[in-house]
């Protein structure tokens, strides 16, 4: 539900509905609290509340902190995971121009094919939290054309080598891309996360209760930087879905420009 949810809606409006959401929780509590319990608003329960609220707060703000840099760090590998892949691919056009050229354009066009098929159709798949059969049939196919081919110079036999050895690291990264693809937060810490952030607030609009506006701010604050940290939170969740993701770019440098993608 969650990948749904940043899939389908952009990312600063992901973070408004997340602080909305929390700022009229804790308004809400406060006004709720002043109608119906009786709370002083004197000088001591203003600083007795400050304390709480930095105390509460302070903590949360501190797991938050760590789950998004948890969560960008994992993003920015699955990134140069990608970049990788590509690179490997590149690499491997440039190991093939010394082969006969009948095996030549059989390798060549299982790259495109594999490369193609990466960026387009199971890019769209990732979002999805998906792989595409198409790209793990042009892989395999890939293998069998470098699997046919026998190396007769020493200088096939070179470059036929680390044709090979880049081929598994390709194999090698497309297996973490899609391993990738899930969750970075459990489902469990990402409820507790929704459920904690409303849970404090509610506590410090309830603990704050009827004072005047420029009293409430303090809570307001609050609310806002965890909507926020919380709306990013979840944006970095899934490293290929939403707006903050891994984008196919990497697979369109270079010599990969040259292949078209299929109409």
């Known amino acids: 539900m ?18 909305s959401f929390l700022v009229f929780t804790t308004l809400g509590a406060a006004f709720i609290s002043s109608r119906f319990f009786s709370i002083a608003n004197d000088k ?9 609220i930095a105390i509460l707060s302070g903590g949360f703000s ?20 990608a970049a990788q892949e590509a690179n490997s691919l590149a690499v491997m056009m440039r190991n093939i121009a010394v082969f006969p050229q009948e095996n030549q354009i059989k390798l060549s ?25 198409n790209a793990a049939k042009a892989l395999r196919e890939l293998y069998q054309n470098m699997q046919s081919f026998s190396p007769t110079t020493q200088l096939e036999k070179l470059y036929y ?59 307001i604050v609050v609310a806002v930087v965890l909507g926020f940290n919380l709306g990013i939170a979840f944006s970095l969740d899934f490293p290929f879905s939403g707006d903050i993701s891994v984008k196919n770019n990497f697979f369109y440098h270079g010599i ?8």
């Open 109 to 133: 066009e299982a790259i495109r094919n594999y490369t193609v098929a990466v960026r387009v159709g199971e890019w769209k798949s990732m979002e999805r939290g998906k792989e595409n059969p």
């Open 256 to 263: 990969l420009n040259t292949f078209h993608d299929e109409a």
């Open 161 to 219: 080598s680390q044709a090979l050895h880049n081929l598994n690291t390709i194999h090698k990264l497309r297996r973490d891309r899609i391993n990738q693809l899930y969750s970075v937060i459990p489902s469990r810490l990402s409820a507790a996360l929704i459920l904690g952030s409303v849970f404090l607030t509610l506590i410090l609009g309830f603990i704050r209760g009827g004072a005047k506006f420029i009293d409430l701010i303090p809570i």
């Open 62 to 81: 501190v797991l938050l902190a760590f789950i998004i840099i948890t969560a960008w760090n994992y993003l920015l590998k699955a990134q140069d995971n």
């Open 44 to 52: 001591d329960h203003l600083e007795r509340s400050n304390s709480i």
């Open 2 to 19: 969650l990948r749904q949810f940043i899939d389908l809606i952009p990312f600063w409006w992901v973070v408004c509905i997340c602080i």
